[in-house]
């Protein structure tokens, strides 16, 4: 009984030291790498009737980039901002990389159904094109600033 009372007791006692350790230096390695401890958040809409694309848009043009498509649809952050997609369309939508910085991953909402939300923090600073994969002729431009 004692034995494993002090089994038990040890156990804990690392537990509580590994944490501290991982606080303590994931914190100043956080702010070596350059990742803010908090960003601000920034939301990007579809609008009512952005499935429908531009007369004479035909599949294969590139995406049009215009605010009532993705509003707004050329937005400016810093690395570490959060950009909020939100549907207000009747139908799904994505948000999906088409071209991202080196070094960066590409993100992809998947289908996002009217009235849901996606969100995708931005690590890498450069120029992010997107796209909705149901409706191609919808675009965006993000640019992240160091």
């Known amino acids: 009984m ?7 007791a040890v156990a804990v006692a690392l537990l509580v030291v590994a944490s501290l350790a991982a606080l303590l230096f994931l914190g100043p390695l956080a702010t070596l790498v350059g990742a803010p401890v908090s960003g601000k958040v920034y939301t ?5 009737l952005s499935y429908l694309p531009p007369e004479g848009w035909k599949m294969g043009d590139p995406p049009v980039i215009d605010d009532r ?3 707004p649809s050329r937005l ?4 570490g901002d959060t950009v909020e997609y939100v549907n207000e ?4 939508h994505t948000m999906t990389a ?4 080196p070094g960066s991953s ?3 909402s998947g289908p996002v159904n009217p009235g849901a939300s996606y969100r995708f923090t931005f690590r890498v600073s450069g120029t992010y094109r997107y796209y909705c994969i ?4 919808k675009g965006g431009i993000i640019e992240v600033q160091p």
């Open 69 to 71: 498509y993705y509003n």
């Open 134 to 137: 149901l409706h191609p002729h």
């Open 89 to 92: 369309d009747e139908v799904p």
């Open 98 to 101: 088409l071209e991202v910085p």
């Open 44 to 48: 990007i809409r579809s609008a009512k």
């Open 106 to 108: 590409k993100f992809d």
């Open 2 to 8: 004692v034995k494993t009372i002090y089994i038990v």
């Open 76 to 79: 400016m952050i810093k690395v």
